[in-house]
């Protein structure tokens, strides 16, 4: 076991709620599978996203996943039929992957997704979250040995996951927001626009309007006002 999939596997151990968790994940998982992209999703049960982690791409790749890229990918299609690791040349050949409806339509031209590999987070029986990987041009593809090192993390992360879930009270959607969702939203509280909290936070308005989206689906909100509602509700 390498140094760095040890030192992973340690601190998943150790976490002691699904924020630690994550984070122990995102800020080892790029370089231990020497990548520029990597993320992580947290399903609810009716496998809609509660939490998503991202780190390497702009906000609008979400939007651009889970309004294209999820209906014609057929990686995350064996990922979910099989309930194992997999990365594109599994699936394709070189040629054809760079053929394919997901390259071509933004995965790789727009988002420099050149090699990809996702894993399963895996529960009761079913897939509740999901582990990312992409590395951009110029760079190789993963290999038997990525994927050997996905699926031991895969199997620890479903394992903790699974006892954190069975021991923790129920606690507000408010825990699972981010430090910077936690200030784009405490900004909304006190009435400001998305350009001026653009302005504020030094971040463009579309980084603003991706980031309330992604509070609002946490929340189970649809409005600004609901939203508010719900943080004040919770102090």
């Known amino acids: 076991m390498s140094p760095g999939l040890k030192a992973l596997i340690e601190q998943i151990g150790c976490a002691h709620n699904e924020q630690e968790l994550r ?63 997999t990365h594109e040349q599994v699936i394709f050949t070189e040629d054809t992957w760079k053929q394919s409806q997901l390259y071509q339509s933004g995965c790789g031209r727009k988002y420099d997704h050149e090699h990809i590999m996702t894993g399963p987070i895996v529960g009761n029986g079913k897939i509740i979250g999901i582990l990312n990987f992409a590395r951009t041009r110029n760079t190789p593809a993963f290999n038997t040995q990525d994927l050997m090192r996905l699926s031991a993390i895969c199997n620890h992360i479903s394992a903790k996951l699974a006892y954190l879930r069975s021991h923790s009270n129920i606690v507000l959607p408010i825990t699972s927001l981010t430090p910077r969702e936690l200030e784009i939203a405490q900004l909304v509280t006190h009435g400001l626009t998305n350009g001026e909290i653009a302005v504020t936070l030094w971040i463009s308005q579309n980084t603003v309007k991706q980031t309330l989206k992604r509070i609002f689906r946490k929340l189970n909100v649809s409005t600004r006002t609901e939203m508010v509602v719900k943080l004040i509700s919770s102090r």
């Open 23 to 85: 984070f122990s994940y995102m800020d080892a998982g790029g370089e231990l599978f020497a990548c520029q992209h990597w993320g992580i999703s947290l399903l609810e049960s009716h496998a809609q996203p509660a939490t998503i982690d991202i780190q390497g791409l702009p906000d609008s790749f979400i939007d651009y996943y889970e309004n294209i890229g999820i209906f014609i990918d057929p990686v995350m299609d064996y990922v979910w039929e099989n309930h194992v690791p």
